[in-house]
């Protein structure tokens, strides 16, 4: 095991965590005026290999060769030619620092980090990290990497759960949740929408999917999987005869039939390593809590449960609400995702980035 600290003066900076994939939603801005809630579990961090935060160059300032170099085969607004490998925390595992208040600008509700590290070591005062809780953004610590090291300390990182244990201690992600809002006099207030983890998780599904599809229809099983892919699907893929099938494959259910062209695999949780299914379907993975809810939806009670509950059910609650809005897979994280993949450069292909802000305004995502 082993802590972060501080470069300056080598002060501890947060508890002992263990290392786990980034999440999908890590960089996702949901909504207008929303609380989101804290984006890692307590005692976890994660590594994003990507450079974040200033200096930023726009597209046109970069050159062709470089933006393949370094994985964009399509236009973006600007690029990051900050210090890549920041680290992510959850806020309550930061340890001997303080904020900087000439810092603390935000781009509404909170504290965004426009501003640089927001945070300082104790110690030395040296800028180590940013505090995010702003509104629309997940809320976390971000270690900048050129400000902290990491320091061994007693104790033996635990291996990394297996597949059968993930689907025995794991439990899925509910695809719908009570979204906190701001501005209401009295108080906050919510409503229930699709999952933002859910939107971000189908924004990155749904680019590979159409990698996948090499320019052809494709289906999905029925059921919940159809309602958040096929709308899209059929949206964004052109007409033609040959269909490609895609089903749900992974661990704890059969093994997909020879006629399935894509499967949807779940991601590690803890190591990013995608279930590769056998055969020739080709994989695109979804975070192993939106994939577990798909492949085994928690049940619910027809009705309420009168007397005594039956074997196995421990509660009697109605469902949760339901969204009353079809799903949209989240525009930034799809966005983010296919402009990263080299068939992005075939001219089908291309026409979606670049005409993504009307298919928002058409509710398509």
């Given amino acids: 095991m082993f802590v972060f600290v501080c470069a300056g003066c080598c002060a501890e900076l947060t508890i002992p965590p263990s290392p786990v994939a980034l999440p999908v939603h890590a960089h996702q801005k949901y909504g207008n005026g929303t609380q989101l809630p804290v984006l890692m579990e307590s005692g976890t961090f994660a590594v994003d290999p990507e450079p974040s935060g200033p200096p ?158 090499q320019g052809g229809p494709v289906t999905v099983p029925d059921g919940l999987v159809k309602e958040v892919f096929q709308r899209a699907l059929d949206a964004l893929l052109p007409a033609g005869p040959s269909v490609r099938r895609a089903v749900l494959a992974g661990p704890g259910l059969p093994l997909p039939g020879g006629d399935a062209d894509i499967c949807l695999v779940p991601a590690h949780p803890q190591t990013g390593e995608v279930w590769t299914p056998a055969g020739s379907a080709c994989p695109v993975s979804l975070p192993f809590g939106v994939w577990r809810w798909l492949a085994f939806p928690a049940p619910h009670l027809a009705v309420p449960a009168s007397g005594g509950l039956p074997d196995g059910v421990l509660r009697d609650d109605p469902p949760m609400p339901r969204s009353p809005y079809l799903f949209r897979a989240d525009p930034g994280v799809f966005r983010d995702a296919l402009v990263r993949l080299p068939a992005v450069r075939s001219p089908w292909l291309r026409a979606i980035p670049d005409n993504l802000t009307e298919l928002m305004r058409t509710g398509l995502f």
């Fill in 56 to 213: 930023w160059r726009s597209w046109e300032e970069v050159d062709p060769g470089e933006a393949m170099a370094r994985g964009f085969y399509a236009p973006v607004y600007a690029l990051s030619d900050g210090v890549p490998g920041a680290i992510v925390i959850a806020p309550g595992d930061a340890r001997g620092t303080v904020l900087i208040p000439e810092r603390s600008g935000g781009y509404c509700c909170g504290l965004g980090g426009a501003d640089g590290p927001n945070m300082a070591c104790e110690g030395c005062g040296l800028p180590v990290a940013s505090r995010i809780d702003d509104c629309s953004l997940w809320q976390a610590v971000w270690l900048a990497p050129d400000a902290v090291c990491r320091v061994p300390v007693g104790g033996a990182d635990a291996a990394p759960l297996s597949w059968e244990e993930l689907l025995e201690e794991r439990e899925g992600t509910p695809p719908f949740e009570p979204i906190a809002t701001w501005g209401s006099r009295r108080g906050t207030s919510h409503y229930w929408s699709w999952s933002p983890r859910w939107e971000a998780a189908a924004g990155r599904a749904l680019a590979h999917l159409l990698v996948a599809s």
